[in-house]
């Protein structure tokens, strides 16, 4: 909720203490009498038939009451101050108007207009409108558009800029809050216009006590501020600048990420819009078309994730050709030992070439971290010498021709022989025995 301004404050006490206005009136049984007036209050100043050394001013007032412009070319503080006013017309009106008249040509002044009744006054703030150029030769003529304004309230600082029955703002305004914590810039051309389409009349800006749930991890750096009214827009958007005290920024709230945001009453959440941060300034710059709850926002910056892990990545090595030698026909064993060294699980195919060509392949799928071994058995019909080569890993076998078979034995032969030898055998033996033995004296 907005804060009491001490400006209606002062305004109820002075008609609480006799003043005159609208009044209420309440009576009870006991026959006590309770009067509340209400505070004069002025609407809608406008400028109109601005000429060459005239001027026109008009305003209303909440209840009938005199009227009177002090004006100058300078602004003032206080209305006393000013250079120049017009005779107080005593005659308690609700529309009021004020001719100016000799004014020079092609001069800004700036001016307030007094009300009063009953002893209560209000006074507006300042408010400013050019003369128009004289082209040489007579003055007065009046003409031109009827010029209205747009109120800034920052928080009790009063501004003024000239707007058009259509919402186009006249003049370039810079606006100060009261703390010097906010600034508003409109340029030249930006139209202000309420939600049903009517030019905007007064823009206010209060500090808020508390404020909306922010999102999880999300800090409030300074103070948060009600921009009114809710139904406000600009086109195209106005800026706002707000400054922090980097003292107030927790340390693990990286500076350069802060952001001005808005709440969204629709949705319940705070957005925020892209700003631009100045570091050395402490501010906070951003584009704004429509008005609600703005503050600064910082967020804990989330540690960064951890780093994805590496891909599969696979070697080869350990060439294994068992028997190196063989025969034509005979099987050889062809054997690598694979490995994933990446960090994740993949798959690898492995290829065998003899003789530069492809004898065969095989995918293996390994986790992370493992090895194993993948076999090839091969055999050849031709003797010579071959290069194998595994996925880049290089060796070679030798296959030999067969041995020529022995020939059979020719047994018949071999009898014979050994028959005959036996026979030879028995006959040396038996001849012997038969001998006679000769006996010598």
Do not use: C
Request: net charge negative; proline share 7%; no cysteine.
């Amino acid at each position: 909720m907005k804060p009491v301004r001490l400006a209606l404050v002062a305004i109820l006490l002075v008609v609480l203490t006799g003043g005159a206005g609208s009044q209420v009136q309440a009576d009870d049984e006991a026959g006590v009498d309770l009067r509340v007036t209400i505070g004069l209050v002025i609407t809608d100043v406008s400028v109109s038939d601005i000429g060459y050394n005239v001027a026109t001013i008009s305003w209303k007032t909440s209840d009938d009451a005199s009227s009177q412009v002090f004006y100058d070319i300078e602004s003032r503080t206080k209305v006393e101050d000013y250079t120049y006013r017009t005779d107080e017309e005593p005659t308690p009106v609700i529309e009021h108007t004020v001719n100016l008249t000799g004014l020079a040509s092609r001069t800004t002044y700036h001016f307030r207009v007094r009300s009063a009744v009953d002893g209560v006054e209000a006074v507006s703030p300042d408010y400013a409108f050019t003369t128009r150029t004289s082209g040489g030769g007579g003055g007065g003529g009046g003409g031109g558009p009827r010029v209205y304004y747009l109120e800034v309230n920052l928080w009790e600082e009063m501004f003024t800029v000239p707007i058009t029955t259509d919402g186009k703002v006249q003049e370039d305004l810079e606006a100060l809050s009261t703390d010097g914590l906010v600034t508003i810039r409109i340029t030249e051309g930006i139209v202000a216009l309420t939600e049903d389409g009517k030019r905007l009349k007064e823009i206010e800006v209060w500090p808020l006590e508390q404020f909306p749930p922010l999102p999880e991890n999300s800090y409030i750096i300074g103070i948060t501020y009600d921009f009114t009214p809710g139904d406000a827009t600009f086109d195209p958007p106005i800026e706002v600048e707000m400054h922090y005290d980097p003292s107030h920024i927790p340390g693990d709230i990286d500076e350069q990420k802060l952001a001005l945001a808005f709440y969204d009453e629709a949705t319940g959440k705070w957005v925020e819009l892209d700003s631009v941060v100045d570091t050395v300034g402490n501010t906070v710059t951003a584009l704004v078309s429509h008005f609600t709850i703005f503050a600064i926002i910082g967020a804990i910056t989330p540690p960064p994730p951890p780093p994805p892990p590496a891909p599969a990545a696979f070697s080869v090595g350990s060439l294994d050709i068992l028997p190196d030698k063989v025969e034509i026909g005979e099987s050889i064993t062809i054997s690598v030992l694979v490995t994933n060294a990446g960090g994740q699980a993949g798959s690898y195919e492995v290829i065998l070439k003899i003789d530069g060509v492809m004898e065969g392949s095989r995918e293996i799928t390994l986790n992370a971290g493992v090895s194993a071994s993948v076999m090839f058995s091969v055999s050849k019909d031709a003797a010579g010498t071959y290069p194998v080569d595994v996925n880049g890993l290089g060796g070679s076998f030798t296959v030999r021709e067969k041995p020529a078979p022995a020939k059979p034995a020719n047994w018949p032969l071999i009898g014979g022989i050994v028959a005959g030898v036996i026979v030879v055998g028995l006959g040396v033996f038996f001849w012997t025995r038969r001998r006679p033995s000769r006996v010598f004296k």
